[in-house]
């Protein structure tokens, strides 16, 4: 079945750097969009950026310029590289698989995504 696991959440200073990464499996990860979620407590789930089976990227906004998505077909792995991380940028991140159409992706919104990883924290400190 489709499994996927996040990993590189940790607790840094405001202005720091963090890699996350999600490995993929079941599935054939290179065909489809994948996209960064994050969520606070009591707040809904928020998008950060996708990325196409091709390697174009879409971001929010609040992290433009800041952070950059990316993916390994080869190694069914995908990353989002932060940088300029900022308090408000705490929260728990999720990776996110849109299996519905090859190739292209939705908009950024969680309930494009159906396959979803268990999460890893982020704590940005100022």
């Known amino acids: 079945q489709v499994q996927l696991v996040e990993s590189g959440g940790a607790s840094v200073q405001a202005g720091g750097s963090l890699r996350l990464s999600c490995a993929a499996s079941?599935?054939?990860?290179?065909?489809?969009?994948m996209g960064w979620f994050r969520q606070t407590p009591g707040k809904e789930r928020e998008g950060v950026a996708l990325i196409t089976s091709a390697g174009n990227g879409g971001y929010a906004g609040s992290v433009k310029d800041r952070f950059t998505i990316s993916r390994d077909n080869d190694k069914n792995t995908l990353y989002l590289q932060m940088n300029s991380l900022k308090p408000e940028d705490t929260a728990m991140y999720y990776c996110a698989a849109h299996r519905h159409y090859e190739s292209l992706c939705p908009p950024l919104r969680a309930t494009h995504f159906g396959d979803w990883g268990q999460g890893t924290q982020v704590n940005v400190s100022s």
């Open positions: 079941g599935y054939t990860f290179s065909r489809f969009c």
